[in-house]
């Protein structure tokens, strides 16, 4: 299982970013994915799932209504749309499934 995020980086608060991870070593149209996120000193929270068709999805109470999760299983990727982004969104953010994770894209929000 390999699992490589990509597109994180500097914002601004109130600005976006999309995340993509790239996925292989497994059927990945066959299992859910769900993007997690580790702020400095904290535990790995989920942030947000995806079931394997897409149709169902959920996320954190935290990120309700800014965040949007998705996937495109004939890339085999899964993404995630952060708008509105906070400065407590700042994280070091992974994707995961299976028990495995990525190596994680750092995402800051700061002025």
């Known amino acids: 299982v390999q699992l490589v995020e990509s597109g994180g980086g500097l914002v601004q608060p109130g600005g976006s970013l999309r995340l993509a991870c790239a996925a292989s070593g497994f059927t990945f149209s066959s299992y859910a994915m769900t993007w997690y996120r580790q702020a400095p000193g904290k535990e790995r929270e989920p942030v947000a799932t995806?079931?394997?068709?897409?149709?169902?999805?959920n996320y954190a109470d935290s990120v309700k209504g800014r965040f949007t999760i998705s996937r495109d299983n004939t890339k085999n990727t899964a993404y995630l749309q952060m708008n509105s982004l906070k400065p407590e969104d700042t994280a070091v953010y992974y994707c995961?499934?299976?028990?495995?994770w990525g190596q994680g894209t750092q995402v800051t929000v700061s002025s």
């Open positions: 995961g499934t299976l028990g495995y």
């Open positions: 995806i079931s394997v068709t897409g149709s169902s999805t």
